[in-house]
């Protein structure tokens, strides 16, 4: 028996010529040799069952490589024979071992290098497009809606009666998140029913000395003698002009039908 007293070849290794007492040298990089190889990629092996040769898409293979080494998490080789793995690409997410990169998901964003954990939308936003790469694209969340926890994909909630959001609330009550916003307690003036974006002004006529009202009911009638001129009055513009009466709910200090006699 020829090869009696002959060892396979080294892993991570080959061993190109017969006769040989060591291994020629290190498997190149891009490749794997498990044992056994004849050259330096590995194509050519003692036993034709045995793996190696190209490193395989997901997995990296430095020089002397003996086992292909799986990308680390944040990184993808969507190639063979890769020697290091790049960066996971802005708006994907690359757990370990990734060969193509995932698209990131509603609710999130993925700057380059994301790995298996994906940041979320804060509070206060949502996201119901796929692909983002900064917090900053985001969407805030939409006027009298609220998005009261990270990572939605669209708001959850509505601004509570007596509150406005215009846009960016994180709570019910006009709380705003990290990325910021409009909202507040309903002023005087106005009223804010549920689900309210921007106040509603007091029509010309009514005034409301009051804050956080959440119907027209707070709109309360001019009283006799004066006059409220413009809409969102928190008290009444002036007296009824000299010459003239007002009998209450006047919009103008003259009213036209009602000249004194």
């Known amino acids: ?42 194509y050519s092996k003692t036993c034709e069952d045995l793996p190696g040769g190209d490193c395989p898409t997901g997995f990296f293979c430095p020089n002397g490589t003996s086992t292909p080494f799986p990308c680390p998490t944040g990184t ?17 997410y690359c757990p370990q071992g990734t ?29 119901n497009n796929t692909g983002l790469v900064n917090v900053s694209d985001c969407a ?19 601004c509570h009666y007596g509150y406005y959001c215009t846009r960016g609330a994180a709570t019910a009550f006009a709380g705003t998140g990290s990325l ?20 509603f002004k007091c029509h010309p006529g009514t005034y409301n000395p009051a804050s956080e009202s959440n119907s027209s009911d707070a ?18 513009t002036n007296d009824c002009a000299e010459g003239f009466y007002c009998t209450g709910g006047d919009a103008v200090d003259r009213p036209s039908t009602a000249v004194c006699p």
């Open 1 to 42: 028996n020829h090869t009696e007293g002959c060892t396979s070849c080294d892993s991570g290794s080959y061993c190109k010529d017969a006769g040989m007492t060591e291994p020629t040298g290190p498997c190149i990089g891009g490749y794997y040799c498990p044992g056994g190889c004849a050259d330096k990629r590995c």
């Open 76 to 92: 993808t080789a969507a190639t063979k024979n890769a020697i290091v793995c790049p960066a996971c690409p802005a708006g994907y």
């Open 99 to 127: 060969a193509e990169p995932h698209v990131c998901p509603h609710g999130r964003f993925c700057p380059p290098s994301t790995g298996g954990v994906i940041p979320m939308c804060p509070s206060g936003t949502y996201s």
């Open 140 to 158: 805030l969340c939409t006027g009298g809606q609220t998005c009261p926890t990270a990572g939605l994909s669209q708001p959850t909630g509505t």
């Open 180 to 199: 910021g916003g409009i909202g507040g307690v309903c002023p005087a003036g106005h009223m804010c029913p549920t689900g309210t974006a921007h106040p």
């Open 219 to 236: 709109c309360l009638e001019c009283p006799p003698g004066k006059y409220c001129e413009t809409a969102g009055l928190s008290e009444p």
